[in-house]
Every structure is written in C-alpha cells, then in structure tokens.
C-alpha cells in the first residue's frame, strides 16, 4: 500500500504565511512528480505547483512569487510554502504524487486534503 499524508493547513489572516507538507509512505520503488492542487467550493480542482524528482517547478500564475514548492527525495516528502496568503488562496488542497510502487506500475496517488483558511 501507498498512502500520501498531508499537514500544515489551518487558518491564517490575510498577508500570513502556511506551510504544508505531505509525506509518502508505503511499498515505494520510485516517487516522479509531486504536487498540489486546490478547490475551493463550488470551483473545480485546480493545480497550483508541481516538483519533478530533479526539482523543476512550476506553479499556476495566481500564485507565482508567493508560493514555493520543494521535496526533500529522501523523506518522500513535498512541502508547499505560502506567503502572502489571500482570501482567494482559501481552499483544500490535495498533495498529488506519481509513484510507482514495488508491486506494480507507477499511478497516481492523492492525500486526503488540508483545509486553508484566509481570514480576518
């Protein structure tokens, strides 16, 4: 089994900063990609940044020079910093991982979501 847990969401006031985390564990042969997406109500789940196992990013435009994505290869974990945080930044966000497992192919895992609350 492969599982993706996920911590660090909570509220935070306009202009505060969060940082999330989401650590792979499991039968793990390989960890590619690495991300985290977003929804917020009524919205559709949107990607906000994605780490290659070489550490190449990218990040949706809404939350470029505020956010930054990073992993730590040997934890099997990904982190997302926020800074600067918005209203709109509020959302769940979902750690996303390809993996490929000891046992069969690589898939794509989800954590279970982290509530971010931006308010004052």
């Known amino acids: 089994q492969v599982q993706l847990v996920e911590s660090g969401g909570g509220l935070v006031q306009p202009g505060g900063s969060l940082r999330l985390s989401c650590a792979a564990s499991g039968s793990i042969f390989r960890v590619d990609v690495m991300g985290w997406y977003r929804q917020a109500p009524g919205k559709e789940r949107e990607l906000v940044a994605r780490?290659?196992?070489?550490?190449?990013?990218n990040y949706t435009d809404s939350v470029k020079g505020r956010f930054t994505i990073s992993r730590d290869n040997a934890k099997n974990t990904v982190y997302l910093q926020m800074n600067s945080l918005k209203p709109e930044d509020a959302a769940v966000y979902y750690c996303?991982?390809?993996?490929?497992?000891?046992?069969?192919?690589?898939?794509?895992?989800w954590g279970q979501g982290t509530q971010v609350t931006v308010s004052s």
């Open positions: 996303n991982a390809l993996i490929r497992p000891w046992w069969g192919p690589a898939h794509d895992y």
């Open positions: 780490i290659t196992s070489i550490s190449s990013t």
